[in-house]
């Protein structure tokens, strides 16, 4: 059926003149309201108020003027085309007796209730005056019947709309009328959801920073179906969470390289929450979620040597993350010293994408964002028959709450290869155990069921590199429950150790550390990565 009647109704009205003159110059009738009408009406566009066509005004400061049965009749009711031009159909005669003209083609955007409470979601009244009723419930209407109603909820669909309805006098092919039906109502799903999560949880967790609702309702956004995933006989999609903001590989462009696979992602992301950790220039190599390499330097290219050389054979294949720009001399380096799947940086070179360009199977990926994660952003893992949900583990320390306790404290140089390797830890796989010199990593054992089994694997990591543990630092994501990871530590030649500490044996590990002469930091944090 052609478009005869169009109503549009937008909060955002981003693109929506350009369209509304696309429509008058196919002669599709416009109706609208408030503010959208006079925009339209000051740019010349003739325009029928929709307050006129139900005999009703906007009333209670706009909460009351798209809830009429004209409106709803007309973009709920059954109808057909007949050569002449003529309606007809199960509802035609209704709609006829009632005055209810059809509404072919509805535009609409919703109150920013998603906006508005990510600002001050303290406030509640202005929380509630963004709750947008009149809208979803039109959406629906117009999905609903998307056989004969073209529904928009989404301003980059607006192009697409208007060369569809130019290229076919008037007309939207039913292909498309039923996308966009299945666009609006995942759009009213996400908003209800959002509501219901912000009122359920509203002032439920008062000093926690989070409150968890009794239900919860999530909605995200496909960004790529991948080939597979973890293994070849998995299928697999990636999708991404709305209105979340940071640096991630979520919101990334890919400018050159094969498809991001379902391991690609999970270790880019891996590696780029680890290098945003770092102030100075960073390089973090990553294989299976792990770091396997990092370093911090004057320079880039130092960094990357560091990393590099920390474990040259589990670097192989890996994820290299920076948090700087890469030029082409860095890009080189790397083309020519080892095969890699992934490199992310915040920025790259012309001369880099030039230099890469030469590899076309790398991936090259941008953050499309340079800022850290702004903590709006919760960790989900899946359990059979439900969901783990937590805060996600943005803190690091406060270095006023470090905590001296063995007879001998660190030096400054150790204190500083301490905090480094502290902040690797984070980001290895529980139980964690790094070693850490000249703010590169030695060794690293990651993922064990035993801390002092991670603590021999990091030595064995550090004699397979050619490196010297001897007056390395050692960091531990969790406290020691005994001293035997110290004694292997001694064994090896750490000089210090930073754990979180609180073990019922702390005493007899710290004097595990006096007798080897170490130094030891308590930091009262713990941070395990399952």
Same mark, same amino acid.
């Given at each position: 059926?052609?478009?005869?009647?169009?109503?549009?109704?937008?909060?955002?009205?981003?693109?929506?003149?350009?369209?509304?003159?696309?429509?008058?110059?196919?002669?599709?009738?416009?109706?609208?309201?408030?503010?959208?009408?006079?925009?339209?009406?000051?740019?010349?566009?003739?325009?029928?108020?929709?307050?006129?066509?139900?005999?009703?005004?906007?009333?209670?400061?706009?909460?009351?003027?798209?809830?009429?049965?004209?409106?709803?009749?007309?973009?709920?009711?059954?109808?057909?085309?007949?050569?002449?031009?003529?309606?007809?159909?199960?509802?035609?005669?209704?709609?006829?007796?009632?005055?209810?003209?059809?509404?072919?083609?509805?535009?609409?955007?919703?109150?920013?209730?998603?906006?508005?409470?990510?600002?001050?979601?303290?406030?509640?009244?202005?929380?509630?005056?963004?709750?947008?009723?009149?809208?979803?419930?039109?959406?629906?209407?117009?999905?609903?019947?998307?056989?004969?109603?073209?529904?928009?909820?989404?301003?980059?669909?607006?192009?697409?709309?208007?060369?569809?309805?130019?290229?076919?006098?008037?007309?939207?092919?039913?292909?498309?009328?039923?996308?966009?039906?299945?666009?609006?109502?995942?759009?009213?799903?996400?908003?209800?959801?959002?509501?219901?999560?912000?009122?359920?949880?509203?002032?439920?967790?008062?000093?926690?920073?989070?409150?968890?609702?009794?239900?919860?309702? *999530?909605?995200?956004?496909?960004?790529?179906?991948?080939?597979?995933?973890?293994?070849?006989?998995?299928?697999?999609?990636?999708?991404?969470?709305?209105?979340?903001?940071?640096?991630?590989?979520?919101?990334?462009?890919?400018?050159?390289?094969?498809?991001?696979?379902?391991?690609?992602?999970?270790?880019?992301?891996?590696?780029?929450?680890?290098?945003?950790?770092?102030?100075?220039?960073?390089?973090?190599?990553?294989?299976?979620?792990?770091?396997?390499?990092?370093?911090?330097?004057?320079? *880039?290219?130092?960094?990357?040597?560091?990393?590099?050389?920390?474990?040259?054979?589990?670097?192989?294949?890996?994820?290299?993350?920076?948090?700087?720009?890469?030029?082409?001399?860095?890009?080189?380096?790397?083309?020519?010293?080892?095969?890699?799947?992934?490199?992310?940086?915040?920025?790259?070179?012309?001369?880099?994408?030039?230099?890469?360009?030469?590899?076309?199977?790398?991936?090259?990926?941008?953050?499309?964002?340079?800022?850290?994660?702004?903590?709006?952003?919760?960790?989900?893992?899946?359990?059979?028959?439900? *969901?783990?949900?937590?805060?996600?583990?943005?803190?690091?320390?406060?270095?006023?709450?470090?905590?001296?306790?063995?007879?001998?404290?660190?030096?400054?140089?150790?204190?500083?290869?301490?905090?480094?390797?502290?902040?690797?830890?984070?980001?290895?796989?529980?139980?964690?155990?790094?070693?850490?010199?000249?703010?590169?990593?030695?060794?690293?054992?990651?993922?064990?069921?035993?801390?002092?089994?991670?603590?021999?694997?990091?030595?064995?990591?550090?004699?397979?590199?050619?490196?010297?543990?001897?007056?390395?630092?050692?960091?531990?994501?969790?406290?020691?429950?005994?001293?035997?990871?110290?004694?292997?530590?001694?064994?090896?030649?750490?000089?210090?150790?930073?754990?979180?500490?609180?073990?019922?044996?702390?005493?007899?590990?710290?004097?595990?550390?006096?007798?080897?002469?170490?130094?030891?930091?308590?930091?009262?944090?713990?941070?395990?990565?399952?």
């Amino acid at each position: 059926m052609p478009v005869k009647r169009a109503l549009l109704s937008v909060f955002d009205k981003s693109g929506i003149l350009p369209f509304a003159q696309t429509l008058t110059e196919l002669d599709i009738q416009l109706m609208s309201t408030g503010g959208t009408r006079k925009l339209l009406e000051e740019n010349g566009l003739k325009v029928m108020d929709l307050a006129d066509y139900t005999g009703f005004p906007e009333m209670m400061d706009g909460r009351v003027k798209t809830l009429h049965p004209k409106v709803h009749g007309g973009l709920l009711g059954r109808r057909q085309v007949s050569e002449a031009g003529e309606y007809s159909g199960k509802d035609a005669a209704v709609m006829a007796a009632q005055g209810i003209v059809s509404i072919d083609l509805l535009v609409i955007n919703l109150y920013p209730f998603e906006s508005t409470v990510s600002r001050d979601p303290e406030n509640l009244a202005a929380a509630l005056e963004h709750i947008d009723i009149g809208g979803p419930a039109m959406l629906r209407s117009a999905a609903k019947n998307y056989d004969c109603v073209c529904v928009l909820v989404d301003g980059d669909d607006y192009e697409m709309v208007a060369t569809e309805l130019k290229q076919n006098a008037g007309r939207v092919s039913v292909e498309t009328r039923f996308r966009l039906a299945v666009k609006a109502f995942e759009r009213v799903a996400r908003y209800d959801a959002a509501i219901a999560n912000y009122l359920s949880g509203y002032g439920r967790a008062k000093g926690e920073g989070r409150a968890y609702p009794p239900h919860l309702t *999530l909605q995200f956004q496909q960004k790529q179906i991948l080939r597979y995933g973890e293994n070849p006989h998995q299928t697999a999609a990636f999708y991404t969470e709305p209105g979340v903001h940071g640096m991630s590989v979520s919101h990334a462009e890919q400018l050159q390289g094969k498809e991001m696979s379902f391991n690609n992602v999970a270790d880019t992301d891996a590696a780029l929450a680890c290098v945003q950790s770092f102030d100075a220039p960073a390089c973090v190599i990553v294989k299976h979620e792990n770091p396997c390499g990092v370093a911090v330097a004057e320079t *880039l290219q130092e960094a990357y040597q560091l990393a590099l050389s920390t474990d040259p054979a589990s670097a192989f294949g890996g994820i290299l993350a920076f948090n700087r720009q890469l030029d082409e001399s860095l890009a080189t380096e790397i083309i020519q010293q080892q095969f890699v799947e992934v490199i992310v940086a915040p920025d790259i070179t012309d001369g880099a994408k030039l230099a890469l360009a030469t590899k076309q199977n790398i991936r090259v990926l941008v953050p499309l964002s340079a800022s850290a994660d702004d903590g709006t952003m919760q960790d989900y893992k899946r359990v059979s028959g439900g *969901l783990l949900v937590q805060s996600r583990d943005t803190e690091l320390l406060d270095e006023e709450q470090l905590r001296v306790v063995t007879h001998r404290a660190p030096t400054e140089d150790e204190r500083a290869d301490l905090l480094f390797a502290w902040t690797v830890a984070k980001f290895v796989k529980s139980n964690a155990i790094v070693y850490a010199r000249n703010k590169m990593t030695v060794g690293i054992g990651a993922g064990q069921m035993s801390r002092v089994d991670s603590a021999k694997i990091a030595a064995l990591k550090a004699g397979a590199a050619g490196l010297e543990v001897a007056g390395s630092v050692m960091a531990s994501d969790a406290f020691f429950p005994f001293r035997d990871g110290i004694d292997a530590a001694a064994a090896v030649g750490i000089s210090a150790v930073i754990q979180p500490g609180g073990s019922r044996r702390d005493e007899e590990i710290i004097a595990a550390a006096n007798e080897a002469e170490m130094a030891m930091i308590f930091t009262g944090m713990r941070h395990f990565r399952h």
